[in-house]
């Protein structure tokens, strides 16, 4: 595709539900991230994939997330038991290749709010 | 573990001044990256620098990489109203890490 593209744009959930987030990186791109960012702040990592692989996950906050890429390509982003604080805008960004020291072009996130 | 600073957090100009926004990094950066992000949008990448000491311009823009690679700085001349957004720096720790650590970012405001 032309870009990232991640869905929903806004997700309002009450606490205690499930919410998946969806995330369809540029056609191509074998690395793909996770990041959270809160109001006012900057993006925090939260997991990477390179393909299908999960080869880092120490950013996920809890046991209550969960993220899979199982063919490669589009990610979801899960998060269990929902709670207050789970509210920030989630980024999904792809780069081209495994390497460190590239560029990341970012979609335009989804934002959850946790009532 | 690492720790990206950016000061200010905050900077008002007037249109047709000059902004400089700072980043320090609490450990030595293998490179460091900026992004922009417009009000409501997400980051927009501008620009990496690898290289102690380097210095990168974009038009406007100047990019400076400090010689410890633990510093960064991004000078924007002559700021307009399309110069407003929220400048982030992002720092990767290894020479082959893909884990960028961002900073708070700088967010400007440029008054007409």
New interface residues.
């Given amino acids: 595709g032309a870009g990232v593209s991640q869905s929903p744009r806004y997700k309002v959930a009450k606490r205690g539900q499930d919410v998946a987030l969806r995330c369809d990186p540029i056609s191509g791109h074998v690395s793909l991230f996770w990041y959270q960012q809160a109001l006012g702040q900057g993006p925090e990592f939260l997991t990477y994939f390179q393909n299908e692989a999960q080869l880092d996950k120490s950013g996920l906050p809890s046991d209550r997330f969960f993220a899979e890429r199982p063919e490669g390509s589009v990610s979801t982003l899960k998060i269990q038991r929902t709670q207050q604080e789970d509210s920030a805008v989630y980024l999904c960004a792809s780069s081209l290749a495994g390497q460190g020291n590239e560029k990341l072009f970012f979609g335009s996130g989804t934002q959850l709010s946790v009532l | 573990g690492q720790q990206?600073m950016?000061i200010p957090q905050y900077q008002h100009v007037q249109e047709g001044e000059d902004f400089t926004t700072y980043c320090n990094s609490s450990t030595t950066l293998?490179?460091i990256?900026w992004y922009k992000q417009r009000p409501g949008?997400?980051?927009?990448?501008l620009i990496?620098l690898?290289k102690s000491g380097e210095v990168k311009k974009q038009k406007r823009l100047t990019f400076q990489f400090g010689e410890a690679k633990k510093n960064s700085s991004l000078h924007i001349t002559a700021t307009q109203t399309t110069d407003v957004g929220t400048y982030?720096c992002?720092g990767?720790e290894?020479?082959?890490?893909?884990?960028?650590?961002?900073?708070?970012?700088t967010k400007l405001s440029v008054i007409p």
Avoid: D, E, R, W
Wanted: aromatic share 14%.
């Fill in positions: 990206v950016q293998s490179n990256q949008g997400h980051p927009v990448f990496q690898v982030f992002a990767t290894g020479a082959g890490s893909y884990q960028l650590t961002f900073g708070k970012g």
